[in-house]
């Protein structure tokens, strides 16, 4: 079964620092995509970048890259010049291939940033 | 950009009555849509997936007699908590995706359901 692991329950960054945000994923299909959400306290679900695992290189988006390291099976994102706005939880999703064919996102257990002034 | 709207954004229910939670795709056609619900500081659990015009799939241990699902046309899918009790209470965020499976799915902003 495909799975999604974030380890750290709470980060904490200097505003105007880089953070990496870790995610481990497993699956046995080499055709697999990742996802990356953001969810500010008013509950919203932002989507933020996206990695599939045929990409040559890392994908980026403005402040937010993705360290994609796919021996090691992690995804991690990486949120360059932290600014308060960036407090948040933070989810790692990988789509779903035995679903059907629905193409389901699963999510890991979401990471908290708190950016500190 | 496609928009995924939800109403209502908050809800307040009496335990033993039905809430009706909509989902709209605003600018697009959604033939699948997908309904999760959300703890407090948990993760998104998927619930089922709703497919116009027919029967909706439900993940595993989801009660589809109490959480029934109605997706009649391409752009509104329907979530009714059937006799809430007080352990519903939760987020509920409906998604949608435009394009291909490697798109991101498009979220609404959620519903925050209490039954008292």
């Not at chain 2, 500081?41 to 497919?51: F, G, I, R, V, W």
């Not at chain 2, 997706?71 to 939760?90: I, M, Q």
Request: hydrophobic share 35%; charged share 15%.
């Amino acid at each position: 079964a495909q799975k999604i692991t974030q380890t750290q329950p709470g980060m904490f960054v200097q505003e105007k620092e880089a953070v990496t945000l870790d995610c481990t994923y497993d699956t046995s299909d080499p055709s697999y995509g990742l996802f990356w959400y953001k969810q500010p306290s008013s509950g919203e679900m932002i989507f933020l970048i996206y990695q599939g695992s045929y990409d040559q290189q890392n994908a980026t988006e403005g402040r937010y890259s993705l360290n994609f390291q796919k021996a090691r099976k992690s995804a991690n994102l990486v949120i360059s010049a932290s600014q308060l706005g960036d407090s948040a939880m933070y989810f790692c999703a990988m789509r779903d291939l035995f679903s059907g064919g629905y193409n389901k996102l699963i999510f890991g257990a979401g990471t908290r940033l708190a950016v500190h002034p | 950009g496609a928009v995924v709207s939800q109403h209502p954004s908050r809800v307040i229910c009496k335990s033993g009555t039905s809430v009706k939670i909509e989902c709209r795709s605003l600018d697009f056609q959604a033939t699948t849509m997908f309904w999760y619900r959300q703890f407090p500081k948990q993760s998104l659990m998927l619930m089922a997936t709703s497919n116009e015009g027919s029967k909706a799939t439900y993940e595993q241990g989801v009660e589809k007699d109490k959480f029934l699902i109605n997706h009649a046309s391409l752009t509104l899918s329907t979530l009714t908590v059937t006799s809430a009790h007080p352990e519903d209470s939760s987020f509920y965020i409906c998604s949608a995706r435009v394009g291909g499976a490697d798109s991101p799915l498009h979220f609404g902003n959620g519903t925050r359901l209490t039954v008292t």
